[in-house]
């Protein structure tokens, strides 16, 4: 079984580890487990796992413990239910980064030295289509795979570059893979080359509503009236919600496409004031 430390959503490795209890042959079942935490309800682990009830605050540690988790698993198991489990913006943001700086979470930022990155769409492209692509020397194959698709030259120059940025390395067959699995600009955005980028994207956006069927894309727009302070807990939210998706392709594991995923927020007026 992985370990605790891959997974973000607790049901699931709760899930995952009483199957694989089973298929070791320790019969754990769910109402077993209820009953050595002291739960009345038959079947209240099950409510749990379904996301209908919340493990009480008095339990939480003595779940991890009915697990068998070691300290460092046990105080991971801890965090990511409280995330969970936060009934505040605030709240859960504050335990979202405690489990990015307490437990470091496998997200690597793009240093300054870095920057050229971000010159070009393709290579973040070519670089997240390596991460599932056998890839060892075919850049005209390679070139195919993206739209809008790009030249073998293309190719070649980003392979080249995310080579001597240390983003990728040959294996010991010759395939090209990660070096690390998920990569961040981090919050940093005002540089040069992370605007140039994000323009890029922008166009690539707009032209994806004509390019592509509704079934292969997403796109939503909203338009609303805030004040500062409600613009600011809704960037606080996005900024929350780009680190849960970095964490869905960290664990994600059957990866067979590359997504691009654009958030913006931008004003449509000026600020004036209220009406008395």
């Known amino acids: 079984m992985k370990s605790i430390f891959e997974y973000s959503d607790y049901r699931l490795f709760i899930q995952e580890f009483l199957r694989d209890a089973r298929l070791r042959g320790a019969e754990l079942t769910y109402d077993e487990l209820g009953r050595k935490l002291g739960f009345i309800s038959k079947g209240f682990i099950t409510q749990i796992l379904q996301g209908k009830s919340k493990i009480p605050e008095d339990k939480i540690l003595k779940f991890a413990a009915a697990l068998g988790l070691k300290k460092k698993e ?3 198991f801890e965090a990511l239910v409280r995330f969970d489990q936060a009934r505040t913006h605030r709240l859960k943001n504050e335990q ?6 307490r437990f470091k979470t496998r997200i690597r ?6 920057y050229e990155f971000y010159n070009e769409w393709y290579y973040s492209a070519i670089r997240s289509l390596l991460s599932y ?9 390679l070139a195919q795979q993206l739209v809008p698709q790009i030249t073998p030259r293309q190719a070649r120059n980003a392979v080249e570059l995310l080579e001597r940025l240390s983003m990728i390395k040959k ?26 980028f994000q323009k890029i994207t922008m166009d ?14 997403d796109s939503s727009t909203l338009t609303l009236g805030l004040s500062e302070e409600g613009y600011r807990t809704i960037v606080e939210k996005i900024a929350l919600l780009r680190k849960e998706l970095l964490d869905v392709a960290r664990l994600d594991r059957k990866i ?21």
């Open 74 to 76: 046990e105080e991971y």
């Open 96 to 101: 979202f980064q405690k489990l990015i700086s």
């Open 109 to 114: 930022c793009v240093g300054p030295d870095q």
């Open 133 to 141: 692509y056998p890839f060892k020397g075919d850049y005209e194959q």
């Open 171 to 196: 294996d010991s067959d010759g395939y090209y893979q990660l070096t690390d699995r998920i990569l961040s600009s981090g919050d940093s955005v005002e540089r040069v080359a992370i605007v140039n």
């Open 204 to 217: 690539l956006a707009r032209e994806s509503l004509e390019k592509f069927p509704k079934n292969q894309r």
């Open 256 to 276: 067979d496409r590359v997504i691009q995923i654009n958030l913006h927020a931008f004003p449509l007026s000026k600020i004036g004031r209220k009406k008395s």
